[in-house]
T-cell receptor
Framework: NAGVMQNPRHLVRRRGQEARLRCSPM?????VYWYRQLPEEGLKFMVY????????ESGMPKERFSAEFPKEGPSILRIQQVVRGDSAAYFC????????????FGPGTRLTVT | GNSVTQMEGPVTLSEEAFLTINCTYT??????LFWYVQYPGEGLQLLLK?????DKGSNKGFEATYRKETTSFHLEKGSVQVSDSAVYFC???????????????FGQGTILTVHP
C-alpha cells in the first residue's frame, strides 16, 4: 500500500508566480490535511478537506491561498502571487474515513521563493 | 484554544543514555495525544499515540503515558541509539463529541542528536 505522495518534492518560484502543490492520499483515505512548516518552527495546520468539501480552513491565509480535493485526482494546494514569506515545507497528511485519529504524512514539498 | 508545549532543545546525548522529552498540553475536552518523528529531509512518521487518560503508547523502545492530572505526555527511551537522531514533535487532536475532528496541533519540536 503506497503511502501519501506529494509532488513536486522541491519547487522554486519567483515572486509573483503561482505555486501548485499536489497530494495523493493513501488508498482508502478520504480525509486530507495540509500543514506548513516554516524554518525553525513546528507544523501549523492550514486546511482539512474531504472529497469535494472543505471542512476547516481556519489556518489558511485569507488571501492568495486555496485548496481543493476533487472527486477524482489529487488534492491541490494553490498559492497565487507567491512572496518570499511563503518559502516553507508544505506537508500533506491523510486519514481513513473512520475516526482512528491517526494521520499519515507525505514527504513534503519544499517551496523556495526567489 | 489548544496548545502544546515541548521542552526546548536541542538535546544532545551519548549512545545508550536515557532520554526524556517533556510535553504538556492545553485542550478542551479529551484530546488524543501523539508523538511524531521527523528524520532529516523526510516527512513526519507517527511514533506512538494514546487516546485516553492513563494509556501508555509505546513503539521502538519509546514510551509515553497520557497523564490527565498533569496534562502531560512525556516521551522516554531507556537507551538511545545514533539512529534515533531526529526531530520529535508532540501533538494533539481534540475530539469533540466523539468524532475525529482531525486537526493536529503541534509543539515546536525538539531536535535530538545522539553521539556514538
Amino acid at each position: 500500500n503506497a503511502g501519501v505522495m506529494q509532488n513536486p518534492r522541491h519547487l522554486v518560484r519567483r515572486r509573483g508566480q503561482e505555486a501548485r502543490l499536489r497530494c495523493s492520499p493513501m488508498k482508502g483515505h478520504s480525509h486530507v490535511y495540509w500543514y506548513r512548516q516554516l524554518p525553525e518552527e513546528g507544523l501549523k495546520f492550514m486546511v482539512y478537506l474531504q472529497k469535494e468539501n472543505i471542512i476547516d480552513e481556519s489556518g489558511m491565509p485569507k488571501e492568495r491561498f486555496s485548496a481543493e480535493f476533487p472527486k477524482e485526482g489529487p488534492s491541490i494546494l494553490r498559492i497565487q502571487q507567491v512572496v518570499r514569506g511563503d518559502s516553507a515545507a508544505y506537508f500533506c497528511a491523510s486519514s481513513p474515513p473512520n475516526p482512528t485519529y491517526e494521520q499519515y504524512f507525505g514527504p513534503g514539498t519544499r517551496l523556495t521563493v526567489t | 484554544g489548544n496548545s502544546v508545549t515541548q521542552m526546548e532543545g536541542p538535546v544532545t546525548l551519548s549512545e545508550e543514555a536515557f532520554l526524556t522529552i517533556n510535553c504538556t498540553y492545553t485542550a478542551t475536552g479529551y484530546p488524543s495525544l501523539f508523538w511524531y518523528v521527523q528524520y532529516p529531509g523526510e516527512g513526519l512518521q507517527l511514533l506512538l499515540k494514546a487516546t485516553k487518560a492513563d494509556d501508555k503508547g509505546s513503539n521502538k523502545g519509546f514510551e509515553a503515558t497520557y497523564r490527565k492530572e498533569t496534562t502531560s505526555f512525556h516521551l522516554e527511551k531507556g537507551s538511545v541509539q545514533v539512529s534515533d537522531s531526529a526531530v520529535y514533535f508532540c501533538a494533539l487532536t481534540a475530539n469533540a463529541g466523539g468524532t475525529s475532528y482531525g486537526k493536529l496541533t503541534f509543539g515546536q519540536g525538539t531536535i535530538l542528536t545522539v553521539h556514538p
